[in-house]
RNA sequence: GCGGGUGUAGCUCAGGUGGUUAGAGCGCCAGAUUGUGGAUCUGGAUGUCGUGGGUUCAAGUCCCAUCACUCGCCCCA
């Protein structure tokens, strides 16, 4: 075991990061809440099938990104790569297929095992949403418009755009599928090695590459709009136009291709340019089929994800603590009064910070680091008169008060 | 998994072509100020030079390996 170092990939989230990362998962929560999300969580692992199938066995995440071990039972058990096969399993074994439409959110830590870089780690947090039972496109509009309100919220709508595309029904993206890989065999030679791999794998990704052969190539690829069918392309009309009504502007992208296997119809992205490459700061799409790949009843579903992370990166810094009131007692009598003192202020509502060691000097400078709003001394001379003295630290006025005022003369302070 | 860069004090970084006890600023600690913080002044402590090998009379400095971080690819949040 290498020292003292986390686990590559790994990261301790000190308090400012961590109150980052509560700002981001804090404004998600309530804004789902408007649009009657509840907020659920399912467990940090599963059997292993849980996301094979469903995510893909060729995909990257499963082929080599999972953590997958076997317990002590012999069971085969893998960290959750992402929350969605996650969700829709909870939604199966708790039998709320009933009970339609399902409205979940959700924030916690996935894993993947990937080689680690700005904005990616091997163990990092996602909130994200899941709407299940719902096959109209208004589900896709709001769960859109809630990731879009969740941005805005934090401060970088301007810092991101949104990418929209469709894979329309599976029909539509079976025959298309077809067409690509017919295209790209007949120039494999001439695909770059990464493509040739895709053309085996996920051929629509092709559409995507950043290989400058490839992009010639793609120049003349079939459409996917030649593919699509009547009902998908009524469908993505209908997110767009929700999308348009709304006010929420999106580059539709028919480049956009996302990775994993369940997804069909609308797919999207917010990406920025401010996080090196790794763009994507919150994806997701609808996924009619996956409910019932797993196992369950024919069931549509649209979602997202994000990376707090990420998000946490993007946004300025979080609002200003509460400033505490802090303790300073002088005296062993004083010790003792001040710590019953502290329990009857943070009654009151108040911060209390009691200044543990050291001299007045050593005590008030503490008082000072910690950002203090004001500092009540104790001594024998307040205990003999029942008070305190209350000094404010911005003014450094001060003054002896009754200890029964305290909670409100600190209140108006605080206040 | 592939390719490039970086690693010296808690933090940010100096340390030409190897040469005695490795430096600065910030921060930290103590004192000036034994019932009063911030500002100032004075003094003090920082450290397996990422780790392990190698070359050399001598390595923070050169070589190899390894680990971590970082940038890009792949992929993704």
């Not at 829709?88 to 959700?106: D, E, H, I, M």
């Not at 120049?219 to 767009?240: D, M, Q, T």
């Not at 919150?282 to 707090?308: F, N, S």
């Amino acid at each position: 075991m290498p020292e003292l170092q986390p686990a590559r990939g790994t990261q301790d989230l000190l308090p400012e990061t961590m109150r980052r990362h509560r700002r981001v998962s804090d404004t998600a929560r309530e804004q789902a809440r408007l649009y009657g999300f509840a907020e659920i969580a399912t467990p940090v692992f599963e059997f292993t099938e849980v996301f094979a199938r469903p995510i893909g066995e060729h995909t990257d995440i499963v082929a080599k990104e999972m953590y997958t071990f076997n317990d002590r039972g012999g069971e085969e058990i893998t960290l959750r790569p992402e929350n969605t096969a996650g969700v829709v399993r909870a939604v199966l074994s708790n039998g709320l297929t009933q009970s339609t439409p399902l409205k979940f959110f959700y924030s916690g830590p996935m894993f993947r095992y990937e080689r680690p870089q700005k904005g990616r780690f091997r163990q990092f947090h996602q909130i994200g949403v899941e709407l299940l039972g719902v096959a109209q496109p208004q589900a896709d509009i709001e769960v859109i418009a809630l990731g879009h309100r969740i941005l805005q919220a934090l401060g970088i709508g301007n810092r991101v755009t949104l990418d929209i595309n469709t894979l329309g029904d599976p029909e539509s993206r079976a025959r298309y599928r077809g067409a690509l890989v017919d295209y790209y065999t007949q120039h494999r030679a001439e695909l770059s090695e990464d493509s040739q791999r895709r053309l085996d794998s996920n051929p629509l990704r092709i559409l995507d590459s950043k290989d400058p052969g490839d992009i010639g190539i793609n120049g003349s690829a079939p459409a996917f709009g030649l593919y699509l069918n009547e009902p998908s392309r009524e469908f993505f009309a209908r997110v767009k136009d929700g999308l348009g009504l709304l006010g929420i502007e999106c580059r539709e992208n028919p480049r956009l291709v996302r990775g994993l296997d369940y997804y069909t119809h609308t797919v999207f992205e917010f990406v920025t340019t401010d996080l090196g490459a790794q763009g994507t700061v919150l994806a997701g799409g609808r996924y009619d089929g996956l409910v019932e790949v797993m196992g369950g009843p024919a069931m549509p579903g649209v979602g997202w994800a994000a990376g707090i992370e990420r998000l946490a990166m993007l946004i300025g810094e979080p609002p200003a603590l509460a400033r505490p009131i802090a303790l300073v007692p002088l005296g062993e009598a004083a010790e003792r009064a001040a710590l019953k003192l502290g329990e009857a202020l943070r009654d009151a509502g108040l911060v209390v910070e009691l200044t543990y060691s050291g001299n007045l000097q050593r005590r008030m400078r503490r008082a000072d680091r910690i950002g203090a709003r004001a500092a009540v001394l104790i001594g024998d001379n307040e205990l003999a008169q029942n008070a305190a003295t209350l000094r404010d630290l911005d003014s450094g006025a001060q003054e002896l008060v009754p200890l029964g005022d305290l909670p409100a003369r600190l209140k108006a302070l605080a206040g």
